[in-house]
């Protein structure tokens, strides 16, 4: 039997698909629908408060995300990984995100450099004192900002993908408090290095070093809370 959702839909607000994606996502991301477990269209109709229609387009839709796998005998149910499927595809986000950094310092106008330090200016009230919500937004204010400098749509588009199949392992930064005084440092050396200082291999391998640790969170995290699952 699947749990109370996280949230009850509100039918005036986004299109009654997108709120559902959000509230499954929500619930994944918050261990509230756990890794292996079983999506049953029936029961999701009735947790959701939904038709068939609405939770089929919402699990296409989290499954192009990855946060859901559809298998044969099956159907679909909440990802499940193993640790070297977390560490290859944190592989490939050092990579990007080297990249990215990099490609920030040489090529941001001004207007992104500073806003970019703007935002350095704002992770002590929203990232320090601030709270899970506000924690992700300006994280996720940061690499829109980062990737903008760049000026390569191709490189924007692969971040956003990967960035979306690693949403969960994203949650965990969020939640632990041992890792916002580092997590506020890495992005501080990050930020100097592309905006203030356009050295682009500084940049490059803050970058590298921020999301070594971060894969570091994310496979102890996701092997502590799911042991049977990861191996």
């Given at each position: 039997m699947l749990p109370m959702p996280s949230t009850i839909i509100?039918?005036?607000a986004a299109p009654l698909r997108q709120q559902v994606v959000r509230l499954i996502r929500e619930d994944?991301?918050?261990g509230v629908l756990l890794p292996g477990q079983r999506l049953v269209e029936n029961a999701l109709c009735e947790v959701y408060g939904v038709s068939r229609t609405v939770i089929r387009e919402a699990l296409r839709q989290l499954e192009s995300e990855h946060l859901i796998q559809v298998r044969p005998n099956l159907g679909p149910l909440v990802t499940v990984l193993t640790?070297?499927?977390i560490?290859?595809?944190y592989v490939v986000r050092a990579a990007l995100e080297g990249l990215a950094g990099k490609l920030f310092a040489?090529?941001?106008?001004?207007?992104?450099a500073r806003a970019l330090l703007d935002l350095r200016d704002r992770l002590d009230a929203e990232y320090r004192h601030g709270d899970i919500d506000s924690?992700?937004?300006i994280k996720a204010e940061?690499?829109?900002l980062l990737c903008a400098g760049t000026g390569n749509a191709v490189l924007t588009e692969s971040l956003r993908a990967i960035h979306a199949r690693i949403a969960v392992f994203r949650r965990y930064a969020f939640v632990d408090p041992a890792r916002i005084e580092p997590s506020i440092a890495e992005l501080e050396a990050i930020i100097n290095a592309a905006a203030r200082d356009r050295d682009a291999a500084a940049a490059a391998a803050a970058c590298e070093h921020h999301i070594v640790l971060a894969a570091d969170l994310a496979v102890m995290e996701?092997?502590?809370?799911?042991p049977d699952l990861a191996g």
């Open positions: 509100a039918r005036t994944i991301l918050n640790v070297p499927e560490e290859a595809i040489q090529n941001a106008d001004a207007g992104q924690r992700e937004a940061f690499y829109q996701y092997t502590r809370r799911n």
